[in-house]
């Protein structure tokens, strides 16, 4: 029998249903590409999480340092990819900048972004919010939070598809291929020269923090500082460019939550939790199994890849009552959208912030928010998913 590719359009545009179906008859079992083992179910996902000495995240790296690669992929170099101890070492030393109170200090610039973007939109009335919003609210987040120069941003998202693409991108096409060398080249040049800067003179952002971490003797090499750059741009970007594109697009498809939120804005950040659960921006992440073990009644080898699917725990039927329900009001288990254990999500405050801001943005300046009627084109990337283009007519309030 042939093995679902999971990237095939048949699933990636409609994945619940092929999910539901796993977690009922195979809640562990082998898809395209490269038989890689989804684990579907929310209490396998969790085991696999918790148990970091079982499920090593070293199984990341080929999926972004592929045998054809010649030079490095900088974050193949980062702490997403590292077993503890390195990764407890080098996780600790940016705990400080991204805790809630770390992560306020960007508040006032990102609101005032927020109805910048919002603004200029309503001048134009009809536009495509991934462009527009979705794109520029967490470039410019980036931008301030890593200390890059602001008018590079139209480059970020280039650079993050190129440092996530190499991975999936087909053998036969070498013009791709090429394409995504060069704009690796380009990102880890730009960085190194950031790097460089700081250096010489010291600012109020996380590269800064960084450098003075090394400086005060906490033990980094130059790889692993620059693979710790590229991996706050890369996930920082392209997971919240696809949690602002779910939300706007669940707000525009249905009228009567867009009217509850706007009668009442504490129920923005509910509305927000609810698109994580329910979307799952962030799709997966891998593991390798570091001995032959035993999960959802498989026997695993030694060195199996595991797809890890938030994307099908957050609907599993048994934790989540009406799971293929969208509901502001629950309580209980939470989604595994951010992951789970010594991984869990460095960004999670800031990027709750900045959908929270983009929304209340939206709120206050639009009566409504409309998308012509149609299907959804989605991008496709390793472990990502939101609309690659989504065109709406914003009515000014
Ligand atoms: C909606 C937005 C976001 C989602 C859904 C998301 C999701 C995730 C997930 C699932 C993980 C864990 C992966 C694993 O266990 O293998 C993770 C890790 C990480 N995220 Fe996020 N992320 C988001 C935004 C951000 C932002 C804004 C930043 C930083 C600016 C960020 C930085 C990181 C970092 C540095 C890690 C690695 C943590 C570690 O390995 O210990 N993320 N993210």
Known sequence: ?????????????????????LRREAPVSQVEPGGMWAVTRYEDVLYVLKNPQLFSSEGFRPAVQPAWLQQRNPVADSILMMDPPTHTRLRALITRTFSASGVARLEPYIRQSAGEIVDGMLARRKV???????????????????GLDPSLAPRFKTWADAVTGVGIIPADDLKRRAELTGYLDELTHHLTGVLELRQREPGNDVVTDLLQA???????????????????????LETTYDLLGMSALTLADNPDLWARLKKDRALVPKF?????????????????????????????????????????????????????RFELERTGSPHLTF?????????????????????????????????????????????TRGPAVLPLELLPA
């Open 339 to 383: 992951g789970q254990g010594i991984h869990f999500c460095v960004g999670a405050p800031l990027a709750r912030m900045e959908a929270r801001l983009a929304l209340e943005a939206l709120l206050e300046k639009c009566e409504r928010l409309v998308r012509e009627p149609g299907p959804v084109t989605w991008n496709v990337a390793i472990t």
């Open 272 to 324: 927000v939790e609810e698109v994580l659960r329910f979307h799952a921006p962030s799709q997966s992440t891998i593991r390798t199994t570091t001995q032959e073990t035993e999960l959802g009644g498989v026997r695993l080898p030694k060195g199996a890849t595991l797809l890890v699917q938030f994307v099908s725990a957050n609907r599993d039927e048994s934790v989540f009552p009406n799971a293929h």
């Open 214 to 236: 090394r400086a005060q003797g906490g033990s980094m090499s130059d790889d692993e500082l620059l693979g710790y750059c590229v991996l706050l741009l890369v996930a920082g």
């Open 1 to 21: 029998m042939t093995r679902p590719n999971i990237y095939s359009p048949e699933i990636w545009n409609d994945p619940h249903p092929f999910y539901a179906a």
């Open 128 to 146: 495509d919010f991934m462009a527009e919003m979705a794109l520029v609210l967490p470039s410019r987040a980036m931008s301030a939070l890593l």
